[in-house]
C-alpha cells in the first residue's frame, strides 16, 4: 500500500515538473474555460422554422354541430430566437412546435379571423418565438349539407363555324355525366341555383372533339360559390362535341337467339331501301349499318317481311328519323 501511495506521488510529481506536461493541461484548461464563457456569452440568433402544421381546436363548434370549411392543410413558418446550440438546423424542427387556431368566438355560421397560437412544445424551452409568416387565418364554420345538381353545358367558339363545312353536322354536347353531388356549408349549398360545365374550342372541326371541362357552381347572381367539395372530382368531367359525316350506307340488323344451324351460314338479309343517308362518326369507318335487332325466335320457315323504323339505331344519326325500312330474311323451309 505504500508503495502504490509513493508511486502516485512521484508520478504526480514527475508531471507538475513536467513543462510540456504543463503545457499541455494548462491548454486544455484554458480551452474548457474558454468554451464554458463562449457558450455562456454567445450571443442570441434568429432562425426561420418552416411547414409548421395548424391545428384547429374544433372543440367548441363541434358542439354547436358546425364544422370548418376553407382550410386544407394549412402550414405556417415561425421564427425563434436563442442560443445558437438551442435553436440550431439540426436542433429543431417543425415537429417541435403547436400553431393552434383559437375558436372559443365561434357561435353561428359565417366567415371568422381565428387568431393563431405558436407554442414549443417542450415546457422548459429556452428559446422564444418572435414571429409568425401568419397571425390570423380566415375559416368558414357552418353545418355540412349535400345535394345533388343537374350539370347545364356551355360551349364557347372562338371561330365563327364550328365544323369545318356543310359537310359535317353535330349534335348536342355530350357530358361525362349528367349531375354532382354537392358538399358543404348549409348556407352556401342553399344559395345554389346552376351547375355549369364550360369548354372553348377553336371550332372549324371535322371530327369528335372532347375536353376537359370548367366547372362552375353558382348563386342566382352567377356569383361562384366557395368551400364546396364536388364529386365526380370537377377535373373529371368532359365535354364531348360529336361531329358527324353524312354518308350513304348499306342496312342491317342484328339477329338475336341464332339456331346452331345458322352460325355459320347465316340467313340472307336484304332491305328496301338498300341503304339510307346517316350521320356517322367522322373518325370511324363503316361498312354498314344496323337499324336495330331482331330475334330469331319470332321468324318462321320462308320469306320474313319485318317493317322496321330507326330508332334501334346505335352507331350514328338518321338523317330522316321518320323513315321505315322493310327487313327481308328469308330461311329454309322444313
Not at 185 to 198: D, F, H, L, R, Y
Request: aromatic content about 6%; hydrophobic content about 40%.
Amino acid at each position: 500500500m505504500e508503495n502504490n501511495s509513493v508511486k502516485s506521488k512521484f508520478s504526480l510529481a514527475a508531471i507538475l515538473s513536467n513543462n510540456k506536461a504543463l503545457l499541455v493541461i494548462s491548454f486544455l484548461l484554458a480551452f474548457i474555460a474558454w468554451l464554458a464563457i463562449a457558450i455562456n456569452q454567445a450571443p442570441e440568433v434568429e432562425r426561420v422554422i418552416e411547414n409548421v402544421k395548424v391545428e384547429i381546436d374544433d372543440s367548441v363548434p363541434s358542439q354547436l354541430g358546425y364544422e370548418v370549411f376553407g382550410v386544407d392543410d394549412l402550414h405556417i413558418d415561425i421564427t425563434v430566437k436563442g442560443k445558437r446550440y438551442l435553436v440550431g438546423d439540426n436542433v429543431l424542427s417543425a415537429d417541435d412546435f403547436t400553431v393552434t387556431a383559437n375558436t372559443t368566438h365561434v357561435d353561428a355560421p359565417g366567415t371568422y379571423s381565428l387568431t393563431l397560437k405558436a407554442t414549443p412544445k417542450d415546457p422548459d424551452a429556452e428559446y422564444s418565438i418572435v414571429a409568425k409568416s401568419m397571425d390570423n387565418i380566415e375559416v368558414y364554420f357552418d353545418t355540412p349539407k349535400t345535394a345533388e345538381f343537374i350539370i347545364e353545358t356551355n360551349v364557347e367558339c372562338t371561330s365563327d363555324n364550328l365544323l369545318a363545312s356543310d359537310e359535317y353536322i353535330t349534335s348536342d354536347p355530350i357530358l361525362s355525366v349528367d349531375k354532382i353531388k354537392v358538399t358543404g356549408p348549409s348556407t352556401e349549398v342553399e344559395k345554389i341555383q346552376k351547375v355549369v360545365a364550360s369548354i372553348t374550342t377553336k371550332g372549324n372541326l371535322k371530327a369528335t372533339e372532347t375536353q376537359q371541362a370548367t366547372l362552375m357552381v353558382a348563386d342566382a347572381y352567377g356569383a361562384e360559390i366557395k368551400y364546396l367539395t364536388i364529386t365526380p372530382d370537377s377535373d373529371a368531367i368532359t365535354i364531348t362535341i360529336p361531329v358527324y359525316t353524312v354518308t350513304e350506307l348499306p342496312v342491317t340488323v342484328d339477329l338475336e337467339n341464332v339456331p346452331t344451324k345458322y352460325l355459320e351460314n347465316p340467313p340472307t338479309i336484304t332491305s328496301v331501301p338498300g341503304t339510307i343517308e346517316i350521320a356517322v362518326d367522322a373518325k370511324k369507318h363503316f361498312d354498314e349499318i344496323s337499324i336495330g335487332k331482331v330475334d330469331f325466335n319470332t321468324l318462321e320457315p320462308g320469306l320474313n317481311e319485318i317493317d322496321m323504323d330507326l330508332s334501334g339505331v346505335t352507331d350514328g344519326i338518321p338523317t330522316d328519323k321518320d323513315q321505315t325500312v322493310k327487313i327481308l330474311i328469308e330461311l329454309e323451309e322444313e
